[in-house]
């Protein structure tokens, strides 16, 4: 089970951070990814983060302003977004994946699991 929040509205340039709290399954074996779906957009990705928290991946559009960590102690992962753009603005989704793979998704298809979204907006 995921449960994301964090959302809020914020203008333009200013920060958020995004909480994911996941259970339900054990931590080290859970790659965490963050998606987000702008109105009349695809869902896209955002960043991910290995099982460890060793590696981290972001797509170009957010590299340098946003940053995604873990807590496995706190079962929590978190997106830290700052210069935030009003392209920034979507309903934004934490996911997991349960794997014993190296491998970290970056792809909707690859995760199980889907948290309920939490709306970021950003004002200009």
């Known amino acids: 089970q995921l449960q994301a929040s964090g959302g809020g509205l914020v203008q333009a340039g200013g920060s958020l951070r995004l909480s994911c709290a996941f259970s339900?399954?054990?931590?080290?074996?859970?790659?965490i990814g963050w998606f987000r779906q702008a109105p009349g957009l695809e869902r896209e990705f955002v960043a991910a983060?290995?099982?460890?928290?060793?590696?981290?991946y972001y797509a170009d559009s957010v590299k340098g302003r946003f940053f995604i960590s873990r807590d496995n102690n706190r079962n929590t992962v978190y997106l830290q977004m700052d210069s935030l753009k009003p392209e920034d603005t979507a309903v934004y989704y934490c996911?997991?994946?349960?794997?014993?793979?190296?491998?970290?998704?970056?792809?909707?298809?690859?995760?199980?699991?889907w948290g309920q979204g939490t709306l970021v907006t950003v004002s200009s």
């Open positions: 996911a997991a994946k349960y794997t014993i793979s190296s491998h970290t998704p970056r792809t909707r298809d690859e995760y199980n699991y």
């Open positions: 339900g399954r054990t931590p080290s074996r859970l790659s």
């Open positions: 983060i290995s099982r460890s928290g060793g590696s981290t």
